[in-house]
């Protein structure tokens, strides 16, 4: 099952510069899509979402992209800071499917001071 | 800040064993859900609770597995007869709406031997 796909399994990046995750899905019906920050020994925590019918929602130093022509997404974080260090998932759902989130492999990213 | 518990954090079990992970969501929440990831994989959904039944199901969640909400506080997912790739970290999130906002807990880290 391959619907969510997060094709860089990590990155590294300076603090202060821009981080940009990314996320490719397959299915069409998805209506809604977040972004989950999880650190080791931790649950995932929800970071941003969006939905199918917006093309950017911002919260802060977090801001999603929607492309629904390309099913690209992408999560820009700026500046960055040590403590963004973590794994990021792209996650999906589509209406009437119980909630249902479908998850990407994750990207782990790399702070550096 | 409300937050979803689970306990054990860690369980050991010998194969066919039963096991019941247990989770206390978040109090107002109406949805319930599991999900876990096995080592090095995505994080996959196994089933979504709402009104004392299963509103959505995974493959996975086949016969071995069973949801319950005894009480109005606990929501507890249980392995019939455990296998060695049931091997995994599970973890149960609620929400209000039903909607893509969950919730997750900490996890239980299952190991199967």
């Known amino acids: 099952d391959q619907q969510v796909k997060q094709n860089s399994p990590s990155l590294s990046v300076q603090e202060g510069r821009i981080s940009i995750l990314n996320c490719d899905y397959t299915?069409?019906?998805?209506?809604?899509f977040l972004w989950y920050k999880k650190y080791p020994a931790e649950g995932p925590t929800f970071l941003i979402s969006?939905?199918?019918?917006?093309d950017k929602n911002e919260d802060g130093r977090f801001t999603v992209f929607l492309n629904k022509s390309a099913k690209h997404l992408s999560l820009h974080i700026v500046p960055s800071q040590p403590g963004d260090s973590a794994v990021y998932f792209c996650?999906?759902?589509?209406?009437?499917?119980?909630?249902?989130?479908?998850f990407g492999q994750g990207t782990e990213l790399s702070v550096k001071p | 800040e409300p937050e979803v518990t689970q306990t054990p954090s860690h369980q050991v079990t010998q194969m066919g064993q039963e096991v019941i992970l247990r989770c206390v969501p978040i109090?107002?929440?109406?949805?319930f859900y599991w999900y876990r990831q096995i080592l090095g994989q995505k994080v996959e959904f196994l089933v979504s609770?709402?009104?004392?039944?299963?509103?959505?199901k995974s493959e996975i969640f086949d016969d071995q597995f069973s949801v319950e909400r005894p009480d109005g506080s606990n929501f507890t997912l249980k392995i019939r007869s455990t296998k060695l790739e049931d091997s995994a970290m599970y973890f149960c999130?609620?929400?209000?709406?039903?909607?893509?906002?969950?919730?997750f807990g900490p996890g239980t880290r299952l190991t199967v031997t």
């Open positions: 299915n069409s019906m998805f209506d809604y």
């Open positions: 999130a609620s929400s209000w709406t039903g909607g893509p906002g969950q919730y």
């Open positions: 609770f709402y009104n004392n039944e299963i509103s959505e």
């Open positions: 996650a999906a759902s589509a209406v009437n499917q119980g909630g249902k989130l479908i």
């Open positions: 109090s107002n929440h109406l949805y």
């Open positions: 969006i939905s199918s019918i917006k």
